[in-house]
């Protein structure tokens, strides 16, 4: 169904969620919404990993320039929503190509500890430029939803629709070019990158092109991010940010973009079972604030000591093994 | 002038410290090829110790040394349980660069939160031992405390410790040789699996100095998500970088390299600005010379 017909099994998905969001609390449709756009930032981190090899621990940077870039264009030029969104992708993009150059020429342990110098540094930019707003930010509104939707239509239900939305077609998108010429370059790069070169690919243009789309969704992840919460501010965009979103990458697995549902989900998720099982237990609050780092912090490491490639990946290795017999 | 040479102090006490913190990464580095970055979490919970063995003794120079060993005792357990099994389980393949970084950064979560289990969210105090109070040069009071001025001996003690051990011993000779191919190694003889253990152990011992030192040079509060820790974090892994990853003295120029260059930006500039540097300062370093101060063309960027 998903291999013959994407566009459709994309769409349907689409009318599942709307009428999704139509019967349940508030809570879950603003969950949903972050759902949605960690699948965005998720599915950015998994095309730098997985399908060019390069790991980044500063996302968080990238979707501070695409939240800040959002504000901006709002509070100064009084952009329409559509276009804060797309100079939002515009302006990580650059920021992207830029890291991407000097990204290109390293790799493995150097990237990652390059791109996490960047996530402690760039938010300290904020509080040097007065345009920036300092510590306390600057605000991002984007409006109360059409009035055609409706009196009862909420603020978060729009929120959610606008997110979702993006998260579809970002990810109708990703995956058309993984198809592409560009997407087989890039794993072919991943795969073994002499015999990449000696097949005419130019491996360092390719790597700084999968930085650049890579950082352009973390731009967008960064509007919607600044959306929900109506601000955007250096606090907004901490380290612990960066590193949930890795960790999602890894939990989702990063050779295929089918798992990444499942990082999301589990940023989301797994919060608000611990807070269930608080409630439900009356534990102390130290359980309440440290259960949750735990469980996802063991579950990474879990994940890629036993399944590396991620479950999905796994899966999929499991079953063409079980077909050849 | 005055202000000249404060920055000269700063610099190089801030600077002691990113060397313990990057000799620690290159250890780790050497000898198993993996950049440890739950390394400033390991730090944490040794200075959490440390704190404890404060408490109990009342003394910080009987803690630092027992806080010390047992940061050497856990990175050694740590090798033990999760880096070797790592490197049984990891496979070639797209993944299996980003592994170790993967896994040092979920023992970094797992590390916080049981700080935050056992000590709590809120931020604890360490006294320091001596006097936080700048010395008096004539009617000036210069930027080097006794404080200070003990920091910066300690670390140069320990340093001159390493540098012995590393040059004039048997075990020092087994490092180098065991991070210099440990194919060879093992077949002079060299039992490399243990020999990277002590690697990592010697490590933790100089992660949890840094760690020490530098909470009480610093402000004294630590909490388990310490905003301090992950810049003593970052700034050792800058230093270990521009020094080039493979030698130790090569950490120690790069950490006192970044430590006045930091010291510069913050009086000269603005403070806010330090972060910033420290970034373009590496990506410099990486870009014109990616095998860093001091260390050889080859096998670099690996």
């Not at chain 1, 995956?175 to 991943?190: D, F, L, Q």
């Not at chain 1, 390719?206 to 731009?219: D, E, I, P, Q």
């Not at chain 2, 990891?90 to 896994?103: K, M, N, R």
Request: proline residues 4%; hydrophobic residues 55%.
């Amino acid at each position: 169904m998903l291999k013959k017909h994407p566009l459709f099994t994309f769409i349907i998905f689409g009318v599942i969620l709307f009428l999704l969001s139509n019967r349940v609390d508030e809570l879950r449709v603003f969950q949903g919404a972050t759902v949605a756009i960690y699948v965005i930032a998720i599915a950015s981190i998994i095309l730098l990993t997985g399908y060019s090899g390069q790991v980044s621990l500063g996302h968080g940077a990238l979707l501070a320039i695409g939240g800040y870039a959002a504000a901006l264009s709002r509070n100064e030029w009084g952009a329409p929503v559509w276009l804060t969104f797309c100079i939002a992708v515009l302006a990580a993009a650059l920021g992207g190509y830029l890291l991407g150059l000097a990204a290109a020429r390293l790799s493995g342990p150097y990237l990652a500890g390059t791109t996490l110098a960047l996530a402690i540094g760039l938010p300290s930019i904020a509080n040097q430029f007065t345009i920036l707003g300092g510590e306390q930010g600057l605000l991002f509104d984007i409006g109360t939803p059409p009035s055609f939707l409706g009196e009862e239509f909420t603020q978060y239900k729009w929120f959610f629709w606008i997110a979702s939305l993006a998260a579809l077609i970002a990810i109708y998108w990703l995956r058309n070019v993984m198809n592409s010429r560009y997407g087989r370059s890039w794993k072919a790069v991943r795969g073994n990158d002499v015999a990449a070169e000696l097949a005419g690919i130019n491996v360092g243009r390719n790597k700084v092109l999968a930085f650049t789309v890579s950082a352009g969704l973390a731009g967008l992840a960064g509007a919607l991010l600044a959306m929900t919460i109506s601000t955007v501010s250096p606090g907004a965009f901490p380290l612990a940010l960066s590193f949930s979103l890795a960790t999602g990458a890894v939990l989702s697995g990063v050779t295929t973009l089918g798992g990444v549902m499942i990082g999301a989900v589990t940023l989301v998720a797994i919060p608000e079972i611990v807070d269930t099982v608080v409630h439900r237990f009356e534990s102390s609050e130290s359980v309440a604030n440290n259960l949750p780092g735990l469980l996802v912090s063991t579950l990474l490491i879990l994940t890629v000591l036993f399944v590396p490639n991620g479950p999905v990946e796994q899966m999929r290795a499991r079953h063409e093994k079980r077909a050849k017999r | 002038m005055i202000q000249f040479i404060n920055m000269l102090l700063i610099g190089i006490g801030a600077g002691s410290i990113y060397a313990l913190m990057a000799i620690a990464m290159v250890l780790v580095w050497r000898s198993t090829r993996v950049i440890n970055f739950a390394q400033a979490g390991m730090a944490l919970l040794s200075t959490y110790i440390g704190f404890e063995l404060v408490q109990k003794t009342g003394n910080f120079w009987i803690a630092l040394p027992l806080a010390m060993i047992l940061g050497a005792l856990f990175s050694a357990l740590v090798e033990i349980l999760l880096i070797r099994t790592l490197i049984k389980h990891s496979t070639s393949g797209p993944v299996a660069g980003i592994v170790p970084i993967i896994a040092t950064l979920g023992l970094l979560g797992v590390i916080r939160a049981t700080i935050g289990f056992i000590w709590g969210n809120q931020d604890i105090q360490i006294q320091p031992p001596l006097s936080k109070v700048g010395f008096k040069v004539g009617e000036e009071t210069i930027a080097l405390s006794p404080m200070n001025l003990l920091v910066l001996l300690t670390v140069v003690g320990m340093v001159i410790i390493l540098g012995f051990i590393f040059q004039k011993t048997n075990l020092g000779l087994s490092l180098r040789a065991s991070a210099y191919s440990p194919e060879i190694a093992q077949l002079a003889g060299i039992r490399v699996g243990a020999i990277r253990t002590i690697g990592w152990a010697i490590a933790g011992a100089a992660g949890a100095a840094a760690g020490l030192l530098q909470t009480v040079n610093g402000t004294g509060a630590i909490s388990p998500d310490s905003l301090e820790f992950s810049l003593l974090l970052t700034f050792g892994f800058i230093a270990a970088v521009i020094g080039g990853l493979e030698s130790l003295p090569g950490a120690v120029l790069g950490a006192v390299v970044l430590g006045l260059v930091l010291a510069v930006v913050q009086i000269y500039i603005s403070g806010t600005l330090v972060f910033i540097v420290a970034f373009a300062l590496l990506l410099l370093v990486l870009l014109v010379r990616p095998q860093g101060f001091i260390g050889s063309k080859a096998g670099r960027r690996a």
